[in-house]
């Protein structure tokens, strides 16, 4: 063993300690590890940073562009509705459905963003269901993992994976290549979660727990507006049509306050928030707030030209993402006391409804358009979220309180979801039939992304998880100077003189569970980057196909379930689901062992040896 391998393998060591400790961040180790290289004399400058110019770097960052364009349009939270909608009361079909769709959202897009996505959806299914949400955040945690061994963009260990075999002068992996054994892992990670539910039960009530923050419900529940609430379409008779909202005044002569206009648009749903200058088409639905739910009986529909429609629930969780509530307080300098909420004009001046009004903690009912405001007074006012949130910037007049759960779950360009799918679809193709190389692919995804306006500049290198990034650059020096110096090589012979007369099985197994163990104090990434390269090796050294063994290290880089701290995903769920440590060791590690068991059949006949 020559000096410069025993400074790279002391090096390593320092590194995976300081990983353990999580002093300094990973991302600040890796920066340390990229100076003292050259240091030591093993890599050059050009060899230490050579990870800021290589294509899987790129195609990571990339992919959390896209991933923060499918969140911006709302796609995943919609997916999130979708799924509270297809749940029902069966706490057995939420489970699947959650884990089906963490899994499958996840192959495209960060696990840990998916994830941290699917809580609150999951949390507030839990609370209408009466379910411990301890039931249900670790099979969403376990489900997020797995979503990295259904793609080839799915996680970052994949692509280092297949960065190695590139660099050894091998065809990598295709985009689904990992896909039918991920597929099997998925299919099993459901019947186990579904038998080992049961270990996971809630530690009680936690007084110390923060209190639940207010939803778009509380809110019209505090101001009465559920009775209220009505769906109203404009038949192409109706003396409404091609009529400003301003010219009308519904509100001062019915008593009827239109928030919002559903308009029919090809192949979508449009919704256009109601202002002065809104003129109303045939076939609008109005979203209405009556100032009295008797007036529907007043005749009032008919000499309007309405057909009342259908409302399954409140229009607010509807249309959640885009129509918002917000309570509003008049701070002490505010000149508004006195006013008639009809001399606010707060459509005109801020596209926002005033729909509710509260004082000395009563509601008050009727047309409240003339009611003169009191220091006292609570406004709740209804519009877009971006209208409210520019509220707040009015601190001299108006004071917004804190806003509902439900604004966490906004996507500032829902109308350009479509888009979004388009650009995610191109990628897709482009990766799947290998007409550019998959950065490239990634790229145009990122272009069209952007063409499209689902995604701005400023919120796209925002979206990109830099510390990642930077701990697989100040990673990839490893391998390199563990070749150059002989490590890799010393690692493979003392693997196949142990194991080289127990048959490819056993060899495989072996990398899964070295890697695993590894994952276990280090990231999954930087796993990846420190095997990879030892089971390409290996496998040239048994004269055997280096395909099954590097994909072995990647199946088993995202099978961190055995611990709290092993992945971001896992750590994510800790709290909500009011975990121990040990409760990951309990249902983790005999997960663990059964995907090693089923990745070691079924590598070998996806990819033979």
Avoid at 113 to 129: H, K, Q, T, W
Avoid at 185 to 198: D, I, K, N, P, S
Avoid at 583 to 606: E, Y
Wanted: charged share 15%.
């Amino acid at each position: 063993m020559n000096h410069q391998l025993l400074w790279v393998l002391a090096l390593l060591l320092a590194a995976v300690t300081l990983f353990v400790l999580n002093k300094p961040r990973m991302d600040v180790v890796a920066l340390l590890v990229l100076v003292a290289l050259p240091l030591i004399g093993v890599l050059d400058i050009q060899q230490s940073l050579a990870g800021f110019s290589d294509p899987s770097v790129v195609l990571i960052a990339a992919l959390f562009v896209i991933g923060d364009g499918l969140v911006r349009t709302g796609i995943a939270y919609r997916l999130g509705d979708w799924l509270v909608a297809r749940a029902g009361s069966s706490e057995t079909r939420l489970l699947v459905l959650l884990m089906l769709a963490a899994a499958g959202l996840g192959s495209v897009m960060s696990s840990t963003g998916v994830v941290a996505i699917f809580i609150p959806v999951a949390l507030g299914v839990a609370a209408r269901l009466k379910i411990a949400p301890a039931r249900l955040m670790m099979p969403l945690a376990f489900a997020g993992l797995i979503s990295g061994m259904l793609s080839l963009v799915a996680t970052a260990p994949n692509l280092v994976v297949h960065s190695e075999l590139r660099r050894a002068g091998l065809e990598g992996f295709g985009f689904f290549s990992l896909t039918p054994v991920g597929l099997a892992v998925l299919a099993l990670g459901v019947v186990y979660m579904l038998l080992t539910r049961h270990w996971l039960t809630p530690r009680g009530n936690d007084d110390s727990a923060a209190v639940p923050r207010l939803t778009l419900a509380d809110l019209a529940t505090a101001y009465q507006l559920n009775e209220r609430e009505r769906r109203l379409k404009v038949r192409a008779d109706s003396p409404l049509v091609q009529q400003a909202l301003n010219e009308l005044e519904l509100r001062k002569q019915y008593g009827i306050n239109v928030i919002a206009v559903e308009r029919q648009r090809r192949f979508r749903t449009l919704l256009l928030m109601a202002t002065g200058n809104t003129l109303l088409e045939p076939g609008d639905v109005l979203l209405v707030d009556l100032a009295s739910p008797a007036i529907g009986l007043l005749g009032a529909y008919q000499e309007l030209g309405l057909e009342p429609l259908p409302l399954p629930a409140s229009y607010y969780s509807l249309h959640a993402h885009q129509l918002g509530l917000a309570e509003v307080a008049l701070p002490p300098e505010s000149k508004l006391p006195g006013k008639t909420i009809q001399e606010l004009g707060f459509r005109s001046r801020h596209k926002l409804n005033v729909v509710g009004l509260r004082r000395d903690g009563r509601a008050l009912e009727g047309v409240l358009v003339d009611e003169k405001l009191k220091a006292s007074d609570m406004l709740l006012v209804a519009g877009e979220w971006k209208c409210i949130h520019q509220l707040q910037g009015q601190g001299r007049d108006f004071l917004v309180l804190s806003l509902p759960a439900e604004v966490d779950e906004v996507a500032p360009t829902a109308r350009k979801a479509p888009y979004a799918l388009l650009s995610l679809a191109v990628m897709i193709v482009l990766m799947v039939s290998g007409l550019v190389p998959n950065v490239m692919a990634a790229l145009i995804g990122c272009l069209l992304m952007g063409a499209f306006r689902c995604i701005d500049l400023d919120s796209a290198y925002r979206a990109i998880h830099w510390p990642t990034l930077i701990l697989i650059v100040g990673m990839l020096p490893f391998a390199h100077a563990l070749q150059q110096t002989g490590g890799i090589d010393l690692a493979v012979k003392g693997l196949v003189a142990v194991l080289g007369n127990a048959g490819p099985y056993a060899m495989l197994a072996s990398l899964f569970i070295v890697t695993a163990l590894i994952g276990l104090f280090i990231s999954n990434t930087a796993t990846a980057v420190l095997m990879a390269p030892v089971a390409i090796a290996t496998a040239q050294q048994l004269g055997m196909s280096p395909y099954p063994f590097a994909m072995i290290v990647a199946l088993a880089a995202s099978a961190a379930f055995m611990t709290p701290i092993s992945s971001p995903v896992n750590t994510l769920v800790v709290g909500p689901g009011q975990y121990r440590f040990g409760d990951f060791v309990k249902v983790g590690v005999p997960f663990t062992i059964l995907v090693m068991i089923v990745s070691v059949f079924l590598v070998p006949l996806v990819f033979p040896l």
